[in-house]
Structure formats: C-alpha cells, structure tokens
C-alpha cells in the first residue's frame, strides 16, 4: 500500500455525533496519481463504540475546502456489530475519473449519540501492505 499523512482524513478521531472527518485530502497538492489510478479508501475503530445503533460513512468531494456544495459519492451504513476494535471497515474506493480537488468522509451517527469511540481513516493507493488494513 502506498499512503502518506497526507491521504489521512482520520487519525484516532472521536466520533461522538454526526460530523466530518478532522482532514481533508488535497488533490493538487498531495501524492501525485497517475491517470486511470485508483484510490482506495480504508477505515479502522481505534476505540470501541457504544451506544450508537450504526455508523454511516460517506465520501464527499468539492472544489472548496469548506464543502459548501460537497457532492456525495456513496455512502456506507455499518452495524455496531461490525465496527470492530482495530479491524478494517470495509469500504468502496473512487474512480480516477470521479475526482474533484478536496475530498474528505462525514459520519453520521445513527441511534444513541456514543460517549466512546474513534475511527482512523484516510486514502491509499496500490495492494495493502498492512495486514490490518487487508479486507
């Protein structure tokens, strides 16, 4: 897997209430990618969860850091079931032709609001040399 601090969004975020990732990822200024290459995105629970009902993660792109007009690429809803301490959240990944500058993930908590638990997430490119990471 290739990935740098720059593809992160999350990095041991807690998730408290519906919110956006504490990062964002910069298309013209981070890790170049090559035409047609693909991005994947991964997710992990650094802190067990409770409480909550399901956990939806969505991706989101703008052209303004602020996301005033971000456009939804897919969401994915996850059962309190499967958001397992230190094991991967599976996810989709985007297209090379999806693309718009700034991207980031919003979660929207569904069900009681948590008082624990924290995602890390972010982007990487190429096979996953993470075991953890590995779906």
């Known amino acids: 897997m290739i990935t740098d601090d720059l593809m992160d969004l999350s990095r041991d975020q807690a998730i408290t209430a519906t919110a956006a990732s504490?990062?964002?990822?910069?298309?013209r200024t981070s890790t170049d990618l090559g035409a047609g290459e693909h991005l994947h995105v991964w997710a992990k629970v650094t802190e067990a969860f409770n409480n909550l009902t399901s956990l939806t993660f969505a991706l989101q792109c703008d052209d303004d850091p602020a996301f005033g007009t971000a456009a939804t690429l897919w969401t994915t809803a996850v059962l309190l079931a499967g958001l397992t301490?230190?094991?991967?959240?599976p996810l989709p990944g985007i297209s090379a032709g999806n693309r718009k500058r700034y991207w980031r993930l919003y979660y929207t908590v569904t069900g009681t609001a948590p008082t624990t638990g924290k995602i890390s997430a972010g982007f990487n490119r190429g096979k996953s040399a993470r075991p953890e990471l590995t779906y």
Request: negative net charge.
């Open 22 to 27: 504490t990062d964002y990822y910069d298309a």
């Open 85 to 89: 301490l230190n094991k991967p959240v």
